[in-house]
């Protein structure tokens, strides 16, 4: 069956950094587009940022540009999202997904920003 598994969350002071893993299993983990969205509480699922299936191309939203970095290792089937200047608002449950003709969510790992 399809996994997506995540790893790296955790509590950060505010101007801290983590980076968060996602590993995909029972798929072709690099003809797919992999991103990364939060949804914190009350609040819509919010887009992160996105790797196309190569690697070649990638986007942010406007929320993390500058902050927020995501790469790939298809090699590994894993995919990978470093975060810098972390802020209380970045406090969030994070997921992993994957989309080609099927779409994929991991399970969600929580990061939250607190002093």
């Known amino acids: 069956q399809v996994q997506l598994v995540e790893s790296g969350g955790g509590l950060v002071q505010p101007g801290g950094s983590l980076r968060l893993s996602c590993t995909g299993s029972?798929?072709?983990?690099?003809?797919?587009?992999m991103s990364w969205h939060r949804q914190a509480p009350g609040k819509e699922r919010e887009f992160i940022a996105l790797?196309?299936?190569?690697?070649?191309?990638?986007s942010y939203g406007d929320s993390v540009k500058g902050r927020f970095t995501i790469s790939r290792d298809n090699a590994k089937n894993t995919i990978y999202l470093q975060m810098n200047n972390l802020q209380p608002e970045d406090t969030a449950v994070y997921y992993c997904?994957?989309?080609?003709?099927?779409?994929?969510w991991g399970q969600g790992t929580q990061v939250t920003v607190s002093s």
């Open positions: 997904k994957a989309d080609r003709l099927r779409v994929y």
């Open positions: 029972g798929f072709t983990f690099r003809n797919y587009d």
């Open positions: 790797s196309s299936s190569s690697g070649d191309w990638r």
